[in-house]
Nanobody
Framework: QVQLLESGGGLVQAGDSLRLSCAAS????????MGWFRQAPGKEREFVAA????????YYADSVKGRFTISRDNAKNTVYLHMNNLKPEDTAVYYC???????????????????WGQGTQVTVSS
């Protein structure tokens, strides 16, 4: 059974940093696209960042570009989201996602991904 387990969320102050981790189990995702999405209260889930299997190509939402960095360790079947200079508007539940290698479509859309974690809460106070 495939599982994606996020960790690393918490309550921080504006300007602080956090690192989210997403550990995958049940199969290897070393050749899979992986991404992070988030959902704030009363809002739809939105794209945050994604990374190709090789790790060499990454994608970011404009709102986090320059502050967040996505990376992966294929040997550990884990993807990370390094978040710097956090802002109150970054407050949301953050979800890890992974897709099958054969999935077509844009990395920016949730339809690219087949598997989702349960989410981890990030709260940024002002």
């Amino acid at each position: 059974q495939v599982q994606l387990l996020e960790s690393g969320g918490g309550l921080v102050q504006a300007g602080d940093s956090l690192r989210l981790s997403c550990a995958a189990s049940g199969r290897t995702f070393s050749t899979s696209p992986m991404g992070w999405f988030r959902q704030a209260p009363g809002k739809e889930r939105e794209f945050v960042a994604a990374i190709r299997w090789s790790g060499g190509i990454t994608y970011y939402a404009d709102s986090v570009k320059g502050r967040f960095t996505i990376s992966r360790d294929n040997a550990k079947n884990t993807v990370y989201l390094h978040m710097n200079n956090l802002k109150p508007e970054d407050t949301a539940v953050y979800y890890c996602a992974a897709g099958d290698t054969t999935n077509s479509g844009s990395y920016y859309y949730s339809s690219k991904y087949n598997y989702w974690g349960q989410g981890t809460q990030v709260t940024v106070s002002s």
